[in-house]
């Protein structure tokens, strides 16, 4: 129950209620206007109708109501000429003439049904002619009439006198006018019928268009709560806000897909990588706490334990670097600085190690500022580990090479050196996390395999990219910066 009454109140039957009611609220408005209108302007066509046909009888009745010519309605109905030619008249306009006197007192009808009766017409009416020259109205005359009709009265004028002689009321019926009304409110609840199924049909189908891929999505996004990223949305052909959330849907489920595979490599990787020196460390200290290691050699394999814990330190740093650096926007502030001083201030900073591996150094760094977009600190941090890297990994005796060129509003900062050729296969993996090349390659043992990965997404973070090869033994790093 809980179940059906909740899809009841869903969007679905909310728009298919919404549509159908706006519809049905039209249907009555416009049907409400259009009879009113209609059966207004046939009442005031028919009033018309009437006061002209009653005016011209008027005109007829002057002749025989002035000078006091008849003074009662028998001397009037004992008239054949007038009588005939009133008879006359009323047949054929189908309408029942009362001739009346100034009082309303009615001296002939056409209505035989009247005949033989006094009759007088109601002194409300007699008085409105007199001020206003005519009345129409619907009534039933005091009970003169079982039901109501249209009644309307002019008085009799004579044309040289401008004097009222009398009174002439026309009478007749609303069958027509019933009739009209009874055949438009037919008409209008066929139409209004047909028009709410047509809109009832079409709403419905337009309203599970736009409803199925939304509950697709809701069923999608239960999924993804649930750790199951491989379900994609259908995009049903739409080029529509429709169609353009369900790609933007399968984009955000491809990107937590990458994202949940990127942290399940990232914790296998970080336990590999913990694993290696807490093993060392307390497979060490267990062998010198229980005598298994003798006193002369503890000296040794302390130094082991505390080479271990000094790159477990590292590691987690590095890990906290990765962390914050991807939290950050470098381009926010739009701040610009001089790359060559960096690179300058690296070879510095690097002048130790360069010379402990006898290498000499190549620097192409033009004299003159050349001004970059982005955080000077990272881009330093960047030059910094790829020239690290290349000194760990090139021929002792070697030249390496640092250098800058600009290019189409563009910095290129180049760092090379000469060692062992990295395979094509190796390549795409060097700024992987925890990746490092074959020990073999270098004689340095402390890397945790996080530089490169760090480089990497430092330009990411500046929206710039970096390209290496390894060619002849020959390796080769080039990244960009848009200068100002």
């Known amino acids: 129950m809980k179940k059906l009454r909740s899809q009841f109140q869903g969007l ?14 039209t249907l009555f408005l416009l049907g409400t206007s259009f009879f009113s209108l209609s059966y207004n302007y046939a009442k005031n066509q028919k009033s018309e109708e009437l006061l002209t046909k009653a005016r011209m009888m008027g005109q007829l009745s002057v002749s025989y109501l002035e000078n006091g010519r008849y003074m009662d309605m028998e001397d009037l109905q004992s ?23 100034k009082e309303g007192h009615v001296l002939l009808t056409t209505d035989k049904n009247l005949e033989g009766r006094v009759v007088t017409m109601p002194e409300s009416m007699t008085e409105e002619i007199m001020k206003k ?20 009265g002019v008085p009799a004028v004579s044309p040289e006198t401008q004097e009222t002689v009398g009174v002439v009321y026309g009478v007749s019926t609303t069958d027509s006018l019933d009739s ?8 209008f609840f066929m139409t209004a019928f047909v028009v709410l199924m047509i809109s009832f049909m079409a709403s419905s189908v337009t309203t599970m268009r736009q409803v199925q891929p939304i509950r697709d999505m809701v069923k999608a996004t239960r999924r993804y709560a649930e750790g199951d990223f491989d379900i994609r949305m259908y995009d049903y052909g739409r080029k529509d806000e429709i169609g353009e959330l369900a790609a933007s849907f399968n984009t955000m489920a491809e990107s937590l897909q990458q994202t949940e595979r990127q942290r399940r490599e990232f914790i296998a990787n970080i336990s590999h990588e913990l694993k290696t020196p807490m093993t060392t460390i307390a497979g060490y200290t267990d062998g010198i706490l229980d005598g298994t290691i003798p006193p002369e050699n503890e000296r040794q394999y302390l130094q082991i334990i505390s080479d ?24 926010k502030g ?31 760094i033009p ?17 910094y580990n790829l020239l690290e890297n290349a000194t760990k990994f090139a021929r002792e005796g070697s030249t390496l090479y640092l250098g800058v060129t600009t290019l189409d509003g563009k910095a290129r900062v180049t760092v090379r050196n000469v060692g062992d050729t990295i395979s094509a296969e190796e390549l795409p993996l060097l700024f992987e996390r925890f990746h490092k090349s074959d020990k073999s390659r270098s004689e340095d043992k402390d890397g945790v395999g996080l530089g490169l990965y760090i480089v990497k997404t430092i330009l990411e973070q500046h929206k710039e990219k970096i390209n290496v090869t390894s060619e002849n033994g020959v390796t080769t790093f080039t990244f960009s910066l848009t200068t100002e």
């Open 12 to 25: 679905y039957w909310r728009q298919l209620s919404l549509t159908v009611g706006m519809v049905t609220l």
């Open 79 to 101: 008239d054949p000429d007038f009588r005939q030619l009133a008879s006359f008249a009323a047949t054929v306009s189908d309408v029942h003439f009362m001739i009346c006197d």
């Open 133 to 152: 020259g005519s009345t129409s109205r619907r009534d039933d005359l005091d009970g003169l009439y079982e039901s109501k009709r249209f009644v309307v």
């Open 180 to 187: 009209m009304w009874q055949g438009f409110i037919g008409l």
């Open 308 to 331: 271990e814990s000094r790159r477990l330190s590292r590691l987690v740093r590095r890990m906290l670097d990765v962390s914050q650096l991807q939290a950050i926007d470098p381009l």
């Open 334 to 364: 739009g701040n610009h600085f001089d790359i060559c001083e960096s690179m300058r201030r690296v070879l510095v900073s690097m002048e130790k190690k360069i010379t402990d591996r006898n290498l000499d150094v190549d620097a192409d």
């Open 367 to 383: 004299d003159e500022p050349i001004l970059v977009l982005g955080d000077n600190d990272l881009i330093t941090q960047v030059i």
